[in-house]
């Protein structure tokens, strides 16, 4: 191991162990987790950063633990090696502890002719007791030697005496009778223990040397690079130490053929992949929808029904080809009529012309051609978003719809799609453009459960003022599933229209203006983010709220959380506990400037 390059194995329960030898061969970096990581009989993207003191092991881009040993801190890898996937360049073992059970004193060496390490005694000796009478009867010997065997096995001998330890030559007893086999295909877990019992079958011997009566050996050795059994796939190596987001970006891409978050400003022909494979997306022309729309989430993108569309990737860059997907994306309507495509290929053969669509006002999916197709039962509206994910697997041939996170309808006996034709955003089969706004597309390279489907759709606020009304209004829209608008009485209202960071903007001025959100249970979160964009003007000697959730009902006194600008200009971030006398809360080290838009985010993360 003194030569080895790095490696990543997995041990029987579930824990990743590395190592590697030293650029210099002086020795050997071994660490292993401290908690397992790896399931059984389940895909999981596994990343295992070094930063040169320790290690850091991710399980779908997700931090399962950080370890170390002595024998790494500090070490640089050996540059030597090739790279071997699935199974190490020979099987080696790693002898722990012998105890002779029965036996009178003596002494005792493992010996092999396969092995070509030298342990300072001879090229062929894998351990060696050398001090006579240390192995003595019931008594744990610790031997921690390692071998390593060409040829798939290891063939090892326990050995009582030798004439001459500085040149062995194996066992003094009768050729062929004291060897043991092991053989590593027949040796899958990573701790065994074997007894070797002194008999004249086949692999022990009746030991003549000692004693005139039987005895046993108990031989205790951990088994390493073994093969694998399972299954591997979009393997990496970066010449950094990556970081957790890094990490959790490399796992996203592996799953998400794209990611659309369409957030771009006004007037763009180019519109970013945030997977992390940076695929193209792209229109042009008279066929561009606007860009820079207040959307479910930030921005978003409003087609017209003509002719707007975008350009993606081809069907089987994405994921979508013969296998298992998920395809999501938020929709607001402005028409139900025929087809409103979201998500679709140009193609018209059988199985070959994706179309995710919503057909008079009922989501739909389908793969062309006869008995291809799935119908759901939900009637949309227009005006209002909806999260809208169409899910097939190639498993059980199911074709599966979900309408804001819950399932509406499901449908087997559905064969899989087999077109390469490029995919379009708000066209399929060469037209039925959809008439609305489009929000956060994202396809999925597997079917993805109800839980993470929702997961993806709670990605988006559930409140979500843009504060984008035109004068003299009273209503403010919140432009999410559960309508919440803000409200004002015309005395009390902010101005609106004001140029904003974005669009528009409320205007409060330090008196009496304010706006209301009605009580939802949605709202009571045990984990939360709030945030906003503000600009302040005045400073003032009293706190001035930016924004809370309180209990009107007992004079405003119980403050579930709230966010509050100081006369420095800082930001508390404050939560009242449950039994309503307690607070907790967080100072902004760096105040706010003034007369310029700053951006607020607190979290609380339970």
């Known amino acids: 191991y003194t030569w080895a390059g790095p490696s990543l194995s997995i041990r029987k329960n579930g824990r990743v162990i590395v190592r590697f030898g030293y650029r210099d061969h002086s020795g050997y970096c071994e660490a292993a987790s401290t908690t397992d990581v790896v399931s059984n009989d389940q895909w999981q993207h596994l990343s295992l950063v070094f930063d040169g003191a320790n290690f850091r092991v991710y399980k779908n881009g997700v931090l399962s633990d950080t370890f170390s040993d002595p024998s790494c801190s500090g070490q640089t890898p050996s540059g030597l090696g090739v790279f071997h996937i699935g199974h190490g360049v020979n099987p080696a073992v790693k002898f722990d502890d012998i105890t002779c059970n029965g036996c009178n004193n003596g002494e005792a060496f493992i010996w092999s002719d396969l092995t070509a390490l030298n342990n300072g005694y001879g090229r062929r000796e894998l351990a060696w007791l050398a001090t006579p009478n240390q192995l003595h009867n019931h008594v744990t010997n610790t031997i921690d030697e390692w071998a390593t065997g060409p040829g798939g096995y290891l063939d090892f001998q326990v050995c009582n005496w030798d004439s001459d330890p500085n040149t062995p030559n194996g066992c003094d007893d009768p050729p062929g009778g004291e060897d043991q086999a092991l053989y590593f295909d027949e040796a899958p877990t990573s701790k065994i223990e074997e007894t070797i019992a002194y008999d004249h079958a086949l692999g022990s011997v009746y030991q003549y040397l000692w004693l005139p009566s039987r005895y046993n050996v108990d031989l205790n050795y951990s088994v390493y690079s073994t093969g694998l059994k399972g299954r591997l796939d979009e393997i990496n190596l970066f010449n950094v130490a990556l970081t957790g987001d890094e990490v959790q970006g490399v796992y996203n891409g592996s799953l998400r053929g794209l990611e659309l978050k369409l957030d771009e400003p006004p007037g763009q022909h180019l519109f970013e992949d945030t997977s992390g494979n940076n695929f193209s997306t792209s229109c042009s022309g008279a066929s561009c929808p606007d860009s820079g729309i207040p959307g479910r989430a930030n921005q978003s993108l409003r087609f017209d029904g003509v002719d707007d569309y975008l350009t993606t990737e081809a069907a089987d860059t994405l994921g979508l080809t013969d296998s298992s997907f998920t395809a999501m994306a938020w929709v607001k309507l402005d028409s139900l009529s025929g087809d409103q495509s979201i998500l679709g290929t140009d193609t018209l053969l059988d199985r070959e012309g994706l179309h995710l669509v919503v057909r008079n006002g009922v989501p739909y999916m389908g793969f062309y051609g006869s008995?291809?197709?799935?119908?759901?039962?939900?009637?949309?509206?227009?005006?209002?978003?909806?999260?809208?994910?169409?899910?097939?697997?190639?498993?059980?041939?199911?074709?599966?719809?979900?309408?804001?996170?819950?399932?509406?309808?499901?449908?087997?006996?559905?064969?899989?799609?087999?077109?390469?034709?490029?995919?379009?955003?708000?066209?399929?089969?060469?037209?039925?453009?959809?008439?609305?706004?489009?929000?956060?597309?994202?396809?999925?390279r597997t079917a993805l459960s109800v839980a993470d489907i929702r997961a993806i759709m709670n990605e988006a606020p559930v409140l979500n003022l843009h504060l984008d009304e035109d004068l003299a209004t009273t209503t403010f829209i919140d432009d999410t599933p559960l309508a919440n608008h803000a409200t004002c009485t015309a005395a009390s209202c902010p101005e609106a229209g004001a140029k904003g960071q974005m669009r528009e903007a409320a205007v409060f001025d330090g008196g009496d203006r304010e706006l209301t959100v009605a009580a939802d249970s949605a709202y009571n979160l045990s984990q939360f983010t709030v945030g906003l964009w503000v600009k302040p003007n005045n400073r003032r000697a009293q706190i001035q709220p930016l924004v809370s959730k309180r209990d009107m009902a007992n004079g405003g006194g119980n403050v579930n959380y709230a966010l509050l600008l100081h006369s420095d200009n800082t930001v508390r971030f404050l939560m009242q506990q449950s039994n309503c006398f307690s607070y907790r809360q967080l100072n902004t080290a760096t105040a706010l400037l003034d007369g310029q838009w700053n951006h607020v985010m607190a979290t609380y993360d339970g």
């Open 371 to 444: 008995g291809n197709d799935t119908a759901g039962t939900t009637t949309l509206e227009t005006g209002k978003w909806y999260h809208l994910a169409f899910r097939y697997n190639k498993d059980t041939q199911q074709q599966a719809i979900f309408v804001n996170g819950v399932q509406d309808v499901a449908a087997t006996g559905k064969a899989s799609f087999l077109g390469t034709d490029t995919v379009h955003v708000g066209k399929s089969r060469g037209g039925h453009y959809i008439d609305g706004l489009i929000d956060h597309v994202v396809i999925q």
